[in-house]
Each structure stands twice: as C-alpha cells, then as structure tokens.
C-alpha cells in the first residue's frame, strides 16, 4: 500500500494520481506492513513536522487505541444519532471535523480528504491553538500521514486529499479509519486534541461519503487522567483572584506501584508571561487526594482579557523528573467549560464558585 497525500485542487489531484507512482518510483501495488508512505512536500510558509517534532509528539495514543479495538468496536455504526446524542451528554465540547472517505473499485485506492475543524479548544496561552490532523488506517499504526498546521486558527480548513493505492478491498473493509486532531508545538509535546474513528465496513464506500464528527478525547489517556475541583472568587475592589484547590479524583497513577504523589502548581499568565507561581502540599500515594489550600493572585481589572490562570497537577518524585499528570487554563478565551467558569467568576463577585474540571494532556 503506498500513501499519498495530495493538494484539494481537481485537475491537481487527477495529474498526481496518474503520475505519482512513477514520479516517485513508489510501486502502485499494495505493499504490506513496511510499506513506504510518501507526502507531498510543505507548502512555503507552512510548519513542517520534522523527526524532533514526532519525537515530542505522545506516543501513546494510537498504541492504546490500537489495542482497544475489539470485534464490539468494528460493529460499531459510525455517526448513528444515538450514539452522538449519548455521548454529547457525557463529555464536553472538544469541536468538530468534516472528512470525506470513498473507494475507487477499478484503481484499487482508498481517498481520504480532510476538509476542516470547527470551534476547536484552546490549547495554547495566547487562546487559540496551531491544529494538524494525523491520519491512519488501524490497525496499523506505522503508516500515518499528517495535514498540514494551521497557525492560530480554531476553525481551520485543511481541504488536504490523500491516497491510499494499491489497497485491495477485502483489506479495506478490515481498517478502520482513525483520525487525531492535535495542536503543534514547536518547543514541547504537542496537544492533543480530540480524536475520530469510523470502522470502514460500515461505510458505502462506492461514493465518496462527507461526515462531520463530533470530537472525542484522544486515548493516549488525556481523557482519563482525572478531574479536579477548584474555586474562583474574583474582588475587583480588591483586585484580586483567590484561586482554591479542593480537590481531585481518580488521578491517573504515574508510579509503578500503581498510585501517585500529586501537588498542585497554580501559575498566573499576563499576555503569556509568567508573572507568579504557587502551590500545594504533595499528598503521598493518594489518587484522589484533598487540599484544601486559597492562593491570592493581584489582578487589576483591566489586565482581566490578557490574564490566564494555569492548574498543572504534578506527581512528584524523589528519584527522578516530576511527572505531570494533567492540565487546566482558566481564562475567558479557554476552552467551554473553563470560559464558563471563568465567566460565572467575573458574574459573581466576592463570591467563590467552584467547578469540576477535567484534567488534560
């Protein structure tokens, strides 16, 4: 199987498709696992993704995904309402994503377009995020390809193709269709963002088939690695925040005996500067630890826009680097549930609120 990813552009995508095999030398053959996947090159003014970005870059997620995918899950119709309706009550809001999928019988190929994201979350301190798509066929999780980054933007349009040539039907109807949305960083991990997966052999794929899918969160376990509860009570006389750690629960174990040692850090952002730090007492083996401990933050009512609270929950360590276990970012250009609080906050002065938050990667 060779993999081709291909500009949106009709003529562009006829011309390549007839010509990329032997332009690049890659065989239109199916290969097996070990194939080689080729991509277009980095539009000018484009991000590349170098080997140091996919090094940064969780590693977890598809392994996990991969092996979670069981005989239930491939039985599993995609995009069936009811599914949508029950999930849509469970989780939050993490945006959504348009793709088409078809198969063409007489060449044997796989298309795959990625179209664009909608209302996407905040990953980044400035409040927005640089989104790319990851695309792969599961099982197999060697092969993947990427759209390009899109800087700034939480409503991005990608409109990228991509060819999968050489890849018999009766292998076709055995993948399933794993899209994972994540946000670029160049000095860090990148994000995750939410992910889709749509098993093939419940999709017609005779013609090319349009979806918009709600996105989940990514299974490299930012969607289990616990919730905590806080509160915010906002003076503007004083012009003050006091930021109270209550609690948390079902903390993800980042030790080998299977539990964590958590502390909370609490930074304040101005214009994505750090300007002040605190931070709890670490609760020894303790996976649903309680703190209990306000910290005052000085915040002038002016700076309110530019200012962004950052909750990293920690695991310490003796031994070695302290692990951490998830993140929230408070401001009023985070994602919903944490503009939600951050809103209620301003809306109630003097008053603490306090909400559950999930934690992220």
């Known amino acids: ?64 995904l991969v092996n979670s995918l069981t005989s239930e899950m491939l039985m599993l119709s995609p995009g069936s309402e009811e599914d949508e309706a029950h999930e849509g009550c469970s989780r939050e809001n ?68 991509f060819l999968f040539e050489g890849f018999p039907y009766e292998k076709v109807v055995q993948r399933v269709l794993y899209l994972q949305v994540l946000d670029y960083d160049r000095f860090s991990r990148n994000d995750p963002i939410g992910e889709v997966s749509i098993p093939l052999n419940k999709v017609d794929l005779t013609q090319m088939q349009t979806f918009w899918k709600d996105l989940k969160p990514c299974s490299d376990g930012s969607g289990s690695r616990g919730e905590l509860l806080l509160s915010l009570c906002y003076n503007p006389s004083a012009n003050s925040i006091i930021v109270n750690i209550i609690k948390a ?49 000085d915040i002038p009512t002016e700076k309110l826009r530019e200012t962004t609270i950052i909750i990293t929950v920690m695991d310490k360590d003796r031994l070695s680097r302290n692990d951490v276990i998830g993140k929230i970012y408070l401001s009023w250009k985070s994602g919903p549930g944490e503009v939600k609080h951050w809103k209620d906050m301003i809306a109630r002065p003097r008053q603490p609120v306090a909400q559950w938050h999930q934690l992220k990667a």
């Not at 011309?15 to 332009?23: G, K, N, T, W």
């Not at 088409?100 to 409040?127: C, H, R, W």
């Not at 903390?251 to 502390?263: C, E, F, R, V």
């Open 94 to 161: 993490l945006g959504r994503i348009q793709f088409s999928v078809g198969y063409n019988f007489q060449e044997s190929t796989l298309t795959v377009k990625i179209m664009k994201a909608q209302e996407l979350p905040a990953k980044d301190f400035s409040g927005t995020s640089d989104p790319f798509v990851k695309i792969y066929l599961l099982p197999d999780k060697k092969h993947k390809l990427e759209t390009k980054v899109k800087r700034k933007n939480l409503n991005p349009h990608w409109n990228e193709t």
């Open 249 to 297: 629960r079902n903390l993800k174990a980042m030790d080998i005996g299977g539990t964590s040692d958590p502390y909370v850090k609490v930074w304040l952002m101005y214009k994505d500067k750090r300007v002040e730090k605190k931070k709890t007492v670490t609760m020894k083996r303790n996976l649903n630890p309680i703190f209990n401990e306000s910290f005052a933050f």
């Open 1 to 64: 199987m060779s993999c081709w990813s291909l500009p949106s552009s009709p003529s562009a995508l006829a011309s390549l498709s007839s010509s990329a095999a032997s332009a690049t030398g890659v065989s239109a053959n199916w290969l097996p696992a070990g194939g080689k996947v080729v991509n277009t090159a980095p539009v000018p003014g484009q991000t590349p993704h170098d080997e140091s970005d996919r090094r940064t870059e969780p590693r977890s997620s598809v392994s996990d």
